[in-house]
């Protein structure tokens, strides 16, 4: 309905300013500060990525209510992904904040994202560009897979600090007698984080083929 495209309108645009902020405000001061600006960037635009990040979870609603008809457990996993590792791993650990990863982790985020919001808004007015398409499409199947490669580094890095402090680590006394090593848990994440972008790549590949395939090309 109009009202629900006018919906998704407003949404698209909300992520396109916050993600088009960041990315603006990380190229800015990489230009003005050098290689002293990736230590201090989750400081200072790390709580409008976690607002970015939080919005983005009614992506699942929209596909469960129908009113957005992506396929729902790709993009789950990717949502599912950023969520662990923007909060349960970096924002848990404040040494793991001024790491060069989570620099590059934003990079790619943001990037991918200024370009998806950017073809959905024109999308939800019936406007569509082939470069913008084939951009959309085509540049996520290269960078995604580096986005897992830093998220699995950024869980390693976290790794020591996790095992120091024990952060979310669990032990139930007597009579449970039961223990949660979060330390392995990150560990068989990593199996979890690998599978799922196999699956996710095929079928970025595949909505590749549905909008870009010969004859289906949107002008």
Not at 70 to 82: G, V
Request: with cysteine; hydrophobic share 50%.
């Amino acid at each position: 309905s109009f009202t629900m495209n006018m919906y998704l309108f407003v949404y698209d645009l909300m992520q396109f300013c916050g993600h088009s902020w960041i990315f603006t405000n990380m190229i800015i001061r990489f230009m003005t500060f050098g290689k002293d600006s990736l230590a201090d960037t989750f400081y200072s635009i790390g709580l409008v990525m976690r607002v970015c990040q939080l919005l983005s979870i009614l992506e699942i609603l929209h596909i469960l209510t129908g009113i957005d008809k992506s396929r729902l457990l790709p993009r789950f996993l990717q949502i599912t992904e950023r969520i662990i590792v923007l909060f349960v791993v970096i924002n848990s650990q404040e040494e793991v904040q001024g790491k060069y990863v989570v620099c590059v982790l934003f990079f790619l985020w943001n990037l991918l994202d200024v370009i998806r919001y950017t073809y959905n808004m024109l999308a939800r007015m019936g406007i569509y560009y082939l470069p913008l398409t084939w951009l959309n499409f085509s540049l996520c199947i290269l960078l995604y897979p580096l986005s897992v490669l830093a998220k699995a580094f950024a869980i390693c890095v976290s790794l020591p600090y996790f095992e120091s402090f024990g952060t979310y680590s669990i032990k139930l006394p007597f009579p449970f007698a039961f223990s949660i090593y979060f330390p392995y848990v990150l560990k068989m994440y990593l199996l979890v984080l690998f599978t799922g972008m196999c699956f996710i790549i095929q079928n970025l590949f595949s909505e590749r083929k549905a909008h870009l395939g010969t004859g289906n090309i949107k002008r």
